[in-house]
Each structure stands twice: as C-alpha cells, then as structure tokens.
C-alpha cells in the first residue's frame, strides 16, 4: 500500500519560514511527478509547488521567489522550504505524487498525503 506522509507544519509569526517534507512508501515502482498542493477555508485547492516529470519545477505567482522546491529521489521525498511567509500563505497543505506501484495491473495513478497545517499570524 503507499502511503505519502508529510511534516514540518506549525505555526509561525509574518516574515517567518517553514519547511515540509513529503514521503512517499509503499510499493512504488516509479513516481513521475511531485508536488504540493494548499487549501486555505473557502476555497479551493491550488497548486503551490511542483515537479515535471522531466525534473523541472515550477511554482504559484504567489509564492514565487518566497518558496523552494526541492526532492530526494533515493528517500521519494519532496521538500517544501517556505521563506517571507505572510498571512494569505495559511491553509493545509498536501502533498501529491503522481506514481505507479509496484504488481501486475497496477496503472498510474494520483496520490495525496493526509494533509499538515501551516498557521501564519500577523
């Protein structure tokens, strides 16, 4: 079964940094994109931070310049370092992983974390 746990959230004062992490574990053949997600109350899902399958990344306008994406492909982690935090960054954030897993039959598929809190006061 995979699994992708994450780490790292908390709360922290405007100006302040965070960083996350995203395992991926389990029976996983190959992962083809990373990436992260947030979801602030009210609104939808966006996109935040990511992979290529080609190894490159990109980022939301909103936080470009303030937040770094970065993977280890031997531990199938994802790293999120969040710097110049502001109040608006607040939301859960996922992490996502567009893998396949290891057996017969298996396809490639989107998978997310459970999701970790990231509080910024002003």
């Known amino acids: 079964q995979v699994q992708l746990v994450e780490s790292g959230g908390g709360l922290v004062q405007a100006g302040g940094s965070l960083s996350l992490s995203c395992a991926a574990s389990?029976?996983?053949?190959?992962?083809?994109?990373m990436g992260w997600y947030r979801q602030a109350p009210g609104k939808q899902r966006e996109l935040v931070a990511g992979?290529?399958?080609?190894?490159?990344?990109y980022y939301a306008d909103s936080v470009k310049g303030r937040f770094t994406i970065s993977r280890d492909n031997a531990k199938n982690t994802v790293y999120l370092q969040m710097n110049s935090l502001k109040p608006e960054d607040t939301a859960v954030y996922y992490c996502?992983?567009?893998?396949?897993?290891?057996?017969?039959?298996?396809?490639?598929?989107?998978?997310w974390g459970q999701g970790t809190q990231v509080t910024v006061s002003s």
């Open positions: 996502n992983a567009r893998l396949l897993p290891k057996g017969w039959g298996m396809r490639w598929d989107d998978y």
């Open positions: 992979f290529t399958s080609g190894g490159s990344t």
């Open positions: 389990g029976s996983i053949f190959s992962i083809n994109e």
